[in-house]
């Protein structure tokens, strides 16, 4: 007899983004002639940079000729974008990560799901609370967790993130194996010192322990004190994994593109305590179930990298940086304690009372989609996430349908 994986059982029913989509439909089905406005997921709505759609026709047109047409590429992606990487995103800033240690892929949600893999079931998890749904999940289907209890699974090191810590979690006085640090955090917009950073990074080589650090939304950090990647603290490289993507930074959440970074000095252990390299494992995986990204789609990522693709890239995550200010202060005129919004494109907002009643206050009376913080995680109850990925537009105008709708 055919079994499933029982693990799937302690999940909830549906992902956080399917079961919001679920209830828009459901709404906009029964009221087809009140337009919604979504600031729910983070979906960008801004088309791709021009240097990005010019590579992309110039691969496109490659593709159509015998002379230049390719089949599968390396599995870790096209040196000429694993260099453009190495070079701009890491050595200008001086951190040491050579093309080799970076794997380009077709999403950050997808690496951030598949890296558990490459680890025991039996290591302990840290894991922020609230924090984006992908990592506890992964987790839960692998089997790491015990059954959800009250709302939170047990086995999980859960990391409080509150206004009382500016939503960046002290290191645990307990161990921890596999740590997930996401800055600027998603969903609450903060961002973590390098003081902090590197309290993590010392945590880690205590404990011997990984961490996975999640910096999708590195581009939108505009305070240049802050780090915008874990390799720029000392030490990093010998204990951390980080996730990279174009989707937030150029506009890629349909095209599909990103990079996770698996320095070659970092190192686990066997059952017997021998030390094994973690940048082999995830190429053996990668190699095993990943055929590599599009070449048109990896020509459009290297333009980034060109002097327009770098003007046209900032000039977008400043419009969305934009929308949040405009997000924030209504949000803050409006009474409501927010947080982020200032070097990310979230903004976390205490609305002191149920997270789901008030997304469904929103979607019935202002017809505007935000995040219920229940979603995120128990520490996110009583807060809703609202992005601002959308147009100047509908901005402006799900911001005087929420004051309306709140008067
Ligand atoms: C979000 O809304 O949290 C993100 O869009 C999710 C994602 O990037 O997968």
């Known amino acids: 007899m055919i079994r499933i994986n029982e693990h799937y059982l302690k999940l909830k029913a549906s992902y956080l983004f399917a079961d919001i989509a679920r209830r828009v439909t459901a709404y906009t089905t029964a009221h087809p002639d009140q337009p919604v406005i979504r600031l729910g997921i983070g979906d960008v709505t801004e088309p791709l940079p021009p240097a990005c759609v010019s590579a992309l026709h110039a691969a496109t047109d490659e593709m159509a000729q015998r002379a230049t047409f390719r089949g599968y590429g390396p599995e870790q992606g096209y040196a000429f974008l694993r260099e453009a990487v190495a070079a701009h995103d890491y ?184 030390a094994h390299s973690l940048h082999a494992l995830w190429n053996r995986r990668h190699t095993t179930k990943f055929n590599g990204v599009a070449y048109p789609i990896q020509k459009a990522a290297a333009a980034v990298y060109t002097p327009e693709g770098q003007g046209q890239t900032k000039a977008l995550t400043d419009f969305y940086l934009e929308n949040a200010a405009l997000i924030r202060q209504a949000m803050t005129a409006l009474g409501f304690a927010c947080a982020g919004g200032d070097n990310a494109p979230y903004i976390w907002i205490n609305v002191q009372r149920d997270s789901w009643e008030f997304f469904d206050l929103l979607l019935t009376r202002a017809q505007v989609v935000c995040t219920p913080g229940a979603g995120f995680g128990a520490c996110g109850e009583g807060h809703v996430r609202i992005s601002a990925f959308n147009s100047r537009a509908n901005v402006e105008t799900a911001l005087q349908r929420i004051a309306a709708a709140l008067r």
């Open 91 to 274: 050595a200008a800033r001086g951190c040491a990560i050579a093309p080799d240690e970076i794997f380009i892929s077709d999403g950050s949600k997808c690496d951030c799901g598949n890296i558990q893999e490459i680890f025991s079931t039996d290591v302990t998890l840290a894991i922020p609370d609230p924090v984006y749904p992908v990592y506890v999940d992964t987790n839960v289907m692998a089997g790491r967790t015990g059954a959800n209890v009250d709302g939170r699974y047990r086995g999980i090191l859960y990391l409080d993130s509150t206004a009382a810590n500016g939503y960046v979690p002290a290191v645990p006085s307990a161990p921890a194996d596999l740590i997930y640090l996401c800055f600027p955090n998603n969903p609450t917009g903060a961002v973590a010192t390098r003081a902090q950073l590197a309290a993590w990074v010392a945590y880690a080589k205590q404990h011997q322990a990984v961490i996975l650090f999640d910096s999708a939304y590195e581009a939108y950090i505009r305070d240049p004190a802050v780090p915008r990647s874990i390799y720029e603290i000392e030490g990093a490289r010998d204990v951390a994994i980080e996730f990279r993507s174009f989707s937030k930074t150029a506009g890629f959440t349909g095209t599909r593109c990103a990079y996770t970074v698996v320095p070659k000095s970092l190192q686990a252990y066997d059952a017997s305590g021998q």
